[in-house]
């Protein structure tokens, strides 16, 4: 890629958590003329460089059409996902894994020339006993209990194999944390908590005790600086993967202060038990599956992203999940149908 030209950037997922705001913050990039971003659904979103088209990536047959649409970008992005049916992971998997093996076929037959791929801190294997930060050289085996850490852990080793046969595109892996901003926080807690679970109820007031959880540790990142991360990849000259993710890393004690609550010491066994009985009644979708797989996350270095790509999150941790708080509550949303709250729906 000619790095005095001005890019023609092709977004996957782009109605997203991540991929609304990393299309504004390439409207605002002076080196991008133009961004195409993908759905399954067309947004009631409307930016100045920013044009959309529609294409569900677990179909069968719309290989053509996505070749179209890639044949003359000068970079990638691949963010698409799909959390639910968590009952069903052949649904997942056909969006997730075929879906993006269609992408990564599609950029080999245009020739790209960059490839940049939202893998996940989901995809690493159980970080050291210790706890001691790892970095991406560690194993990205996942957890193999859940659909989630199972399936980015399989798209890391079919880039491998893409990398191999394919060294003229520049491929960077984003290993990002938990993501969180206000316009996301409606979407999220239908993911995890149900539909019908009402964000009101995620006030201090109304949380005097919190869960003590052994194991829980766990990294977050405001969306907002998450697609800082992958537009600068894009810009550099760089390959391979990138952890991001903000300071401190999220742990019970940091929760307590934020719900001002008091932690309680309670099993872990008694919780995920109670979580697969509401699950296998299909009470809330957030499976117990996840919820061992959360517990076994790495805490990830971010050294090389700050280093290589002279990244720095603008948010710390707490302030992410603030943001997030105050979506839920609110019903924060944007423009499109998966981000959808009571202001947009």
């Known amino acids: ?65 996505l070749a179209q649409y890639l044949a003359d970008a000068d970079a990638v992005v691949h963010l698409a996902w799909r959390f639910q049916p968590t009952h069903d992971p052949l649904a997942t998997w056909r969006t997730n894994v075929l879906g993006s093996v269609r992408v990564f076929d ?35 085996h996942g957890w193999p209990g859940a659909a989630y850490t199972r399936e980015k852990a399989y798209l890391e080793r079919v880039l491998d194999t893409f990398e191999r046969d394919h060294p003229q595109t520049r491929v960077v892996r984003l290993r990002p944390g938990f993501l969180f901003k206000e316009e996301a926080a409606s979407e999220q807690r239908r993911i995890f908590a149900g539909r019908w679970f009402p964000g009101q109820l995620f006030r201090p007031e109304l949380l005097p005790l919190l869960p003590e959880l052994d194991g829980l540790r766990f990294q977050v990142l405001h969306t907002d600086d998450a697609a800082e991360a992958y537009r600068l990849a894009l810009l550099h000259d760089v390959r391979g993967a990138f952890n ?101 729906g």
Do not use: C, I, Q
């Open 1 to 65: 890629m000619n790095t005095s030209e001005r890019l023609h950037v092709v977004v996957t997922g782009a109605t997203g958590n991540v991929g609304t705001s990393l299309v504004r913050a390439l409207e605002r990039e002076p080196r991008v003329a133009s961004v195409l971003g993908l759905s399954r659904r067309r947004p009631g979103l409307t930016l100045t460089k920013t044009e959309w088209a529609e294409v569900d990536l677990s179909l069968e047959g719309d290989e053509p059409r």
């Open 106 to 140: 599609a950029v080999a037959a245009a020739r790209v020339p960059v490839l940049v791929h939202a893998s996940s801190v989901g995809a690493y294997s159980p970080g050291p006993g210790n706890g001691a930060p790892v970095s991406e050289s560690w194993p990205t």
């Open 244 to 344: 991001v993710a903000a300071d401190p890393p999220v742990d019970v004690g940091t929760l307590a202060a934020l719900f001002d609550a008091r932690p309680v010491k309670v099993p872990n066994a008694a919780v995920r038990g109670a979580l697969a009985a509401a699950w296998r009644m299909r009470v809330v979708p957030a499976s117990p599956d996840l919820f061992d797989a959360v517990l076994h996350l790495p805490v990830m270095a971010t050294e090389r992203a700050r280093r290589e790509l002279g990244w720095e999150p603008a948010r710390t941790s707490v302030e992410a999940l603030e943001a997030f708080l105050r979506g839920v509550r609110a019903g924060g949303g944007d423009a499109t149908e998966p981000l959808a709250g009571r202001r947009f």
